[in-house]
């Protein structure tokens, strides 16, 4: 089974629905991450979340909110889609260390979203 | 400029060539790096790490060069499995910043 499982692997949707993305990581990391990437420019941070406690904004939040349920999942919301948030979206999942080291980022397979 | 640059490629090689990939980053603070490999509509996974003193996994050699901020990929005998593309990674406190990628592909 995989460590680190995304829900729905795909998505269409019209713009102005509300959807949400979920994560869940049997790893028993304390860090996780929401990702997008487009074509050309690369994984782009949305959230991410230290601990259950701890949310922080990435360098593209907007339009974005996350909730962290447990140490084990994750959820991306867009509360209104639209359609330039089409794009292919990852979690991610990290051990937890002291200061800035940093520690292997583990995804999980992707959430393909289109948004019409 | 973006933080980290890659050549998105494609680099097209047979089977048996060597081919290198280039990074570059624009913080000279930065902390750690890394090359992470992405299949086709798959989840990026690490490759390797990255060190100063120049490290070796195989086939793979991979170089830093702090004073000219770049990183560097190099894979010997190339063989069909490692089509795909190849995402440098760079870490800056507690952000981490990720390469657009470079594609290669693997002929026989």
């Known amino acids: 089974d995989a460590d680190v499982t995304q829900t729905p692997r795909n998505r269409i949707t019209k713009t102005g629905k509300r959807i949400m993305l979920e994560c869940s990581q049997t790893k028993g990391h304390d860090r996780m991450y929401w990702y997008r990437q487009d074509p050309g420019l690369g994984l782009r941070l949305i959230y991410y979340?230290?601990?259950?406690?701890?949310?922080n904004k990435g360098e593209i939040s907007d339009g974005y909110s996350v909730s962290r349920q447990a140490q084990a999942k994750f959820s991306l919301s867009l509360e209104s889609a639209i359609p330039n948030q089409t794009a292919l979206y990852f979690c991610?999942?990290?051990?937890?260390?002291?200061?800035?080291?940093?520690?292997?980022?583990?995804f999980g397979p992707g959430t393909r979203l289109t948004v019409l | 400029r973006k933080e980290v640059e890659q050549d998105p490629g494609p680099f097209n090689v047979p089977e048996g060539a060597t081919v290198a990939f280039n990074c570059t980053y624009s913080?000279?603070?930065?902390?750690?790096f890394f090359w992470y490999r992405q299949d086709c509509r798959k989840e990026p996974k690490l490759l390797m790490s990255v060190y100063s003193s120049g490290n070796e996994d195989g086939r793979f050699t991979a170089q830093l060069n702090r004073a000219s901020q770049y990183i560097s990929l190099l894979i010997r005998d190339s063989k069909l499995s490692d089509s795909a593309t190849y995402l440098c990674v760079v870490t800056l406190g507690f952000k981490t910043i990720f390469g657009a990628g470079t594609r290669l592909f693997v002929k026989a």
């Open positions: 979340s230290f601990d259950v406690k701890d949310i």
């Open positions: 991610a999942t990290s051990e937890s260390s002291g200061g800035a080291f940093y520690n292997e980022q583990f």
């Open positions: 913080n000279s603070a930065s902390q750690s």
